[in-house]
């Protein structure tokens, strides 16, 4: 049995009209082409369908049981097709993105809020989770993708990089940092500096060791979150360093942010993918979105630290 979403349609059309014409003319096809249509449906199903007559169309018993279902069927199928018109058109849509506790409460509400002005349709879910668990979110495949610093990966991962930044000093607006022009990682931790556990404290301790053998970091505290980090700064407690991405959240503090010179050091973040999965229309579209947004802000030349991050964080894209 050989039947055509055509002759579907054209049977459909035919009883809705009542007319051989007006359904040709809503179908855009000739008469002849109509009549021929369901023709070869009848024959393909082996029964007749329509009753034709000089005066009116009608339906034969096997019509009348048989449209009602086919019309049925074209209507969702109409439906199921609108829909993946509309997830290319980004007037709906789901992206799900995983991206540290840093970066979710700084950079992405502001990414995801400029996003929402374009595509309305489109929700953006945002997962906030520790550095480490950002890759594992995507490859269990509760992420279309994610953020995060750059680590090694296997082949069944992607990355390509949204930026690499250099850490600047945050501190009180009083501190004596803030009387230096130029202020160099050795005149930082000579003040009580506050780091993040984990790999934050080891791969800094091991850069600036690495590039100068007289500067040594001893943090004064360790603790989980940047949050915990600045607030402590605030009362006086310390210093500490971040990214300029979270120059808001610095702003938030009423803290000061410099650039921190002799040795300039760089921290790379990508996003990543499962190599074998396909992005949706709407999680490409944010993907790329993401990745202007971020190039806009210059924040991702290596070595340019003269830009202040609380002016460049205020401009859109």
């Not at 049977?11 to 009209?17: D, G, I, K, M």
């Amino acid at each position: 049995m050989n039947v055509s979403l055509r002759q579907l349609r054209a049977l459909v059309a035919l009883v809705r009209t009542g007319s051989f014409t007006q359904a040709a003319v809503s179908l855009h096809v000739t008469q002849s082409a109509l009549s021929s249509l369901i023709k070869e449906l009848e024959q393909s199903l082996g029964v007749r369908l329509v009753e034709r007559s000089t005066r009116s169309i009608g339906l034969t018993e096997a019509g009348r049981g048989f449209v009602p279902l086919i019309d049925k069927i074209l209507q969702d199928l109409d439906g199921v097709l609108g829909g993946i018109d509309d997830l290319k058109a980004l007037r709906r849509g789901v992206v799900r993105v995983a991206a540290p506790q840093l970066m979710a409460c700084t950079l992405m509400p502001e990414v995801i809020a400029a996003y929402r002005r374009e595509h309305p349709g489109v929700q953006v879910r945002l997962s906030d989770c520790a550095v480490d668990g950002v890759l594992a979110r995507v490859a269990a495949g509760e992420a279309d993708f994610g953020i995060g610093p750059e680590r090694g990966m296997g082949s069944d991962m992607a990355g390509e990089t949204l930026f690499e930044m250099p850490f600047m000093v945050v501190f009180p607006k009083d501190h004596p940092l803030a009387d230096l022009p130029r202020i160099c990682w050795s005149d930082a931790i000579a003040h009580p500096f506050i780091a993040l556990q984990g790999q934050f404290a080891e791969r800094l301790s091991l850069d600036l060791h690495g590039a100068l053998r007289e500067i040594t970091l001893n943090p004064s505290n360790e603790v989980t979150f940047m949050t915990t980090a600045l607030s402590m700064v605030s009362a006086g407690l310390g210093i500490t360093a971040c990214l300029p991405y979270a120059s808001s959240l610095v702003r938030l503090y009423q803290l000061r942010l410099a650039p921190l010179h002799e040795p300039q050091v760089l921290r790379k973040f990508l996003v990543y993918q499962r190599s074998a999965a396909t992005l949706s229309p709407a999680a490409q579209s944010f993907r790329e979105f993401l990745l202007a947004y971020v190039a806009s802000h210059h924040w991702g030349v290596a070595g340019d630290t003269s830009a202040q991050p609380a002016q460049a964080s205020e401009r859109r894209p």
